[in-house]
């Protein structure tokens, strides 16, 4: 696969003598890179900014993507209310497990492994609101 940036003016994205690129080309699969990530994604459109404001300062840039993963992406423990529970109860949002180079870790049987975090605090009213129970409550973890 192929990740790149390319302009009406300038062609594929590039230094004007060719030295520094965009150009990101990887084996996608679960055996081979993976896949594009959105941590490597936002890393490519850094690598692309940098090229852009070292080499073309003086002029406006609009970066336009076309990946439909990145519409979904939010952090890890993001206020949802998707399967929250209504009582009082071990629960966590499931996030997928990665390894130390951000890679999504994979079972046995092939399928990616996910881990259970708990969600992030709220606001309400401009005030934090803890979802969990605290530590030293008979309930201490719970949601």
Known sequence: MVANF??????W?????GKESAHVLFRAGKSRDGY???GEILEHAAKAMAILEKHYPHEDHV?????????????????????????CKEWGVDVLAKDAAEKPVY????????????????????AQQEFYW?????????F
């Open 6 to 11: 390319v302009s009406t003016d300038y062609g």
């Open 13 to 17: 994205l590039c230094s004007p003598d």
């Open 36 to 38: 594009f990530t959105n």
């Open 63 to 87: 970066f336009v993507f076309d990946n439909a993963t990145t519409h979904l992406k939010h952090a890890d423990g993001a206020l949802s209310a998707r399967s929250m529970p209504k009582s």
């Open 107 to 126: 079972g046995s049987n092939g399928k990616p492994l996910m881990r259970k975090v708990h969600m992030t605090d709220g606001l309400f009213n401009g």
């Open 134 to 142: 605290p530590d030293g409550h008979e309930n201490a973890g719970k």
